[in-house]
């Protein structure tokens, strides 16, 4: 699912065109935390949204959601810490290698 991103001159809104053909104006902020490439708990942020959605907002039932999301924060936020030590940059790996690293675990680890 990809999305088309186009910055307004001079603003700080950012106008993402969703597969549906429909355009949707959100602040730049928010537009880079759906960014792949820096937000690596994508998939996890929006699975523990969409139970929200579907159990009225009661949070004990997506209570697994929120510690798998929990979880996948604690560690690429602990692969980051130890890339920065190291000097590898940038400090977040990209998607793809994000994808390289999983593979070479053989499972997730959160």
Not at 9 to 28: A, D, G, H, I
Not at 51 to 76: A, G, P, V
Request: proline share 7%; net charge positive; hydrophobic share 30%.
């Amino acid at each position: 699912m990809k999305c088309e991103e186009t910055h307004a001159p001079n603003s700080s809104w950012l106008y993402v065109m969703l597969p549906s053909k429909k355009t949707v104006r959100m602040p730049v902020v928010t537009g880079r935390l759906r960014d792949p490439d820096i937000n690596p708990c994508l998939s996890e942020s929006d699975a523990s949204t969409r139970c929200l959605d579907e159990n009225n907002y009661d949070k004990e039932r997506c209570s697994t959601y929120f510690l798998k999301y929990k979880n996948c924060r604690k560690f690429w936020h602990s692969i980051m810490i130890q890339r920065r030590r190291t000097g590898v940059k940038p400090c977040m790996p990209t998607a793809a290698e994000r994808d390289e690293i999983l593979r070479a675990m053989g499972k997730m680890p959160y």
